[in-house]
């Protein structure tokens, strides 16, 4: 089992940049696939980028656009994602997911994952 704390939320302005931490305890860190979701308000969750245990794979959601940059770091048991160019679309809560399957079956659908973290909220102002 595995424990995900979030961190690195707040607000800012179109055009600004973000980076999220989410820290994992508990089973070897490594042995995990971690993925980012994040929830608008009144809409579902979406799908932001998965990391396979390696890190040999990592697979982005369309609407990054190349503005988002998502990395782990296994010896520290933290996954990364770097936001940039913001827009006030990317207002959200982010999670931190993390389930065992190792590959990129269904990294995008978000019931494949065990393990979730309680979220960071993004903000981003016009």
């Known amino acids: 089992q595995v424990q995900l704390v979030e961190s690195g939320g707040g607000l800012v302005q179109a055009g600004d940049s973000l980076r999220l931490s989410c820290a994992a305890s508990?089973?070897?860190?490594?042995?995990?696939?971690v993925a980012w979701f994040r929830q608008a308000p009144g809409k579902e969750r979406e799908f932001v980028v998965a990391?396979?245990?390696?890190?040999?794979?990592?697979y982005y959601a369309d609407f990054v656009k190349g503005r988002f940059a998502a990395a782990r770091d296994n010896a520290k048991s933290t996954v990364y994602l770097e936001m940039h160019s913001l827009e006030p679309e990317d207002t959200a809560i982010y999670y931190c997911?993390?389930?065992?399957?190792?590959?990129?079956?269904?990294?995008?659908?978000?019931?494949?994952?065990?393990?979730w973290g309680q979220g960071t909220q993004v903000t981003v102002s016009s």
């Open positions: 990391l396979l245990r390696s890190g040999s794979s990592t």
């Open positions: 508990g089973r070897a860190f490594g042995t995990y696939t």
């Open positions: 997911a993390a389930r065992e399957t190792n590959t990129g079956s269904a990294v995008s659908f978000s019931g494949s994952y065990a393990y």
